[in-house]
């Protein structure tokens, strides 16, 4: 009965390669997000989306685009890894109106 | 540019004692404040949100906003080793919940048996 999950939780892949990462969440939320956690611990918003529609986009690279088949699902395609993109992302959900936000467990990417 | 403040310790406090983190933040159209506790290779865990200006207390934590200081606090009281973690400040701008959270560096706090 997870919250918010995620898939893959490890991603190990060669650079110039493209991957997925899916988010899931069965709370009923309307707004999803995606975070992302550098090495120096660092969470800084990359993308949300409120009922399919995407809300904001910060300076995210356009190799990075986030799809929503529907409310309660929010992947996020890379294409053309390059080494910078290791990280660990975070999927999170929310309300709408409500504020507080409630994050999956994370999947650590690796481009080598 | 929205930034947000912490210093990053570590912050160390005997067992017992109280551990007081602070933040600032530089927009004042910020409207809502999250505190979050996360475990190394863990995800951000909510254990506080406050909106409006003075204390809010549960449990164990209080957490004290002062919008026109721009400064949020985190108070947890009879510090427990289990607390040891690293604490997120956090804020939202604007009042609805569509957008992102603008985080801080976070602080890491250690409980000393």
């Known amino acids: 009965d997870t919250a918010v999950s995620q898939t893959p939780k490890y991603l190990v892949t060669q650079m110039g390669n493209d991957k997925s990462i899916k988010c899931e969440q069965n709370l009923g939320h309307d707004t999803m997000y995606w975070y992302k956690q550098d090495s120096k611990k660092f969470l800084k918003i990359m993308f949300s989306?409120?009922?399919?529609?995407?809300?904001i986009n910060e300076t995210v690279p356009n190799r990075f685009s986030p799809k929503s088949p529907d409310k309660a699902h929010l992947n996020l395609h890379i294409n053309s890894l390059e080494l910078g993109d290791s990280a660990v992302y975070f999927c999170?959900?929310?309300?709408?109106?409500?504020?507080?936000?409630?994050f999956g467990p994370g999947t650590r990417l690796t481009v080598l | 540019q929205k930034e947000v403040e912490q210093n990053s310790g570590p912050l160390s406090v005997p067992e017992g004692a109280i551990a007081s983190l602070n933040c600032t933040y530089s927009d004042r159209g910020s409207q809502s404040f999250f505190w979050y506790r996360q475990y190394s290779g863990k995800s951000p865990e909510l254990i506080m949100f406050?909106?409006?200006?003075g204390d809010k207390e549960d449990g164990r934590f209080t957490a004290q906003l002062n919008k026109a200081s721009q400064y949020v606090s985190l108070l947890i009281r009879d510090s427990q080793p289990s607390d040891s973690a690293t604490y997120l400040c956090?804020?939202?701008?604007?009042?609805?919940?569509?957008?992102?959270?603008?985080f801080g560096k976070g602080t890491h706090l250690i409980i000393q048996p």
């Open positions: 956090a804020v939202n701008i604007g009042g609805g919940g569509a957008d992102g959270l603008t």
């Open positions: 989306y409120n009922n399919k529609e995407l809300i």
């Open positions: 999170a959900s929310s309300q709408p109106s409500g504020r507080e936000q409630f």
């Open positions: 406050i909106y409006s200006n």
